[in-house]
């Protein structure tokens, strides 16, 4: 079946630092992919999408390229800051598949001034 | 404010009990969707509804019931609470892609359920 997996955490990065977060993913079909974010006590937010090989979402300074060729969907950042601080998942979701997601185990992020 | 209202916020149960989980969405959506979120696991898919009267199965349905009420409504039901049941529950809708600042999915806040 399909399935989604992120880089462990936590990771810890010092604020103004470079992020990448990898997620690679297996799927039967072709996906779309996404990452979403969960602040402290919160829930899921979508952060970025991506429906097409070679597409890129960006929202907040963050980026991933869907790189299909490699079934990857990194995420990225430049610069982090103290409020990125957060779990990020990503995920993926099939077409005729009832619109479920399919998560990764999530990564924690913490950044520290 | 449109979204995902999920009660209760936080419940503690004792093993043996029963509980209902409730859910509602204002946005018109057709599908709604049951997960769990444990440590290291990321959320895995309880239950979901595609459209106002179905249900079908995710995976880790055992343990769990659900009732799409009506459109807006989509309840999940701990018929007999174990240990092994205790999880932050999120209920979530999707309405069409196109032109959703959400992706067309949104989630609700979440409930903490632990089992003792």
């Known amino acids: 079946g399909d399935s989604v997996t992120q880089m462990e955490g936590p990771v810890t990065l010092s604020e103004e630092a470079f992020l990448t977060i990898n997620c690679t993913y297996t799927a039967t079909g072709y996906p779309s992919l996404f990452w979403y974010v969960q602040y402290p006590g919160e829930g899921l937010q979508l952060l970025l999408k991506?429906?097409?090989?070679?597409d890129k979402g960006s929202n907040k300074g963050f980026e991933a390229t869907y790189r299909k060729e490699t079934t990857s969907f990194h995420l990225e950042k430049g610069s982090v800051q103290v409020s990125d601080s957060a779990v990020y998942f990503c995920?993926?979701?099939?077409?005729?598949?009832?619109?479920?997601?399919?998560f990764g185990q999530g990564t924690e992020l913490s950044v520290k001034p | 404010n449109a979204g995902v209202t999920q009660t209760p916020k936080f419940q503690v149960l004792k093993t043996g009990q029963s509980m209902t989980l409730q859910c509602a969405q204002d946005m018109n959506h057709n599908s709604m969707y049951w997960y769990r979120q444990d440590p290291g696991m990321g959320l895995r898919l309880i239950y979901y509804?595609?459209?106002?009267?179905?249900?079908d199965k995710g995976e880790v349905p055992n343990g769990y019931n659900v009732s799409r009420l009506n459109k807006r409504e989509f309840s999940l039901r701990l018929e007999s609470a174990a240990p092994s049941q205790t999880s932050v529950y999120f209920c979530a809708s999707r309405g069409r892609d196109r032109g959703s600042p959400m992706g067309g999915y949104t989630f609700g806040s979440g409930t903490r359920l632990t089992v003792v």
């Open positions: 991506a429906t097409k090989a070679d």
């Open positions: 509804s595609a459209s106002e009267g179905t249900t």
């Open positions: 995920a993926l979701s099939e077409r005729n598949q009832g619109g479920k997601l399919i």
